[in-house]
């Protein structure tokens, strides 16, 4: 399995702009379809939005389409999340994660095997 590590959380203002990153270990890292999900307090972990083992496709949740954009660089092993115009109901916990054995972008959770420890992005109105 990859490892994940995410970081570039912080505190910004609604209309703000965050880029998240996902570094991962091992050389196996751009056969691999990845992903960034989130979790607010009290609510359960939703998805955000992923990228195939190409970085050709894409798909994002309906409520981050037009402000999010996600983008890998194989050579770095890393994946980003680019975040714009923030808004506070953005704010929660943001892993990363891998899916198991499936190079394609996909948003079903229980398809993602690793996971990062995430990190904090909080908006703040």
């Known amino acids: 399995q990859v490892q994940l590590v995410e970081s570039g959380g912080g505190l910004v203002q609604a209309g703000g702009s965050l880029r998240l990153s996902c570094a991962a270990s091992?050389?196996?890292?751009?056969?691999?379809?990845m992903g960034w999900f989130r979790q607010a307090p009290g609510k359960e972990r939703e998805f955000v939005a992923a990228i195939s083992w190409s970085g050709i496709n894409t798909l994002y949740a309906d409520s981050v389409k037009g402000r999010f954009t996600i983008s890998r660089d194989n050579a770095k092993n890393t994946m980003y999340l680019q975040m714009n115009s923030l808004k506070p109901e953005d704010t929660a916990v943001y892993y990363c994660?891998?899916?198991?054995?499936?190079?394609?972008?996909?948003?079903?959770?229980?398809?993602?095997?690793?996971w990062g420890q995430g990190t904090q992005v909080t908006v703040s109105s």
């Open positions: 994660s891998a899916r198991n054995g499936r190079n394609g972008a996909g948003r079903d959770p229980t398809d993602f095997g690793s």
């Open positions: 091992g050389r196996t890292f751009s056969s691999y379809g």
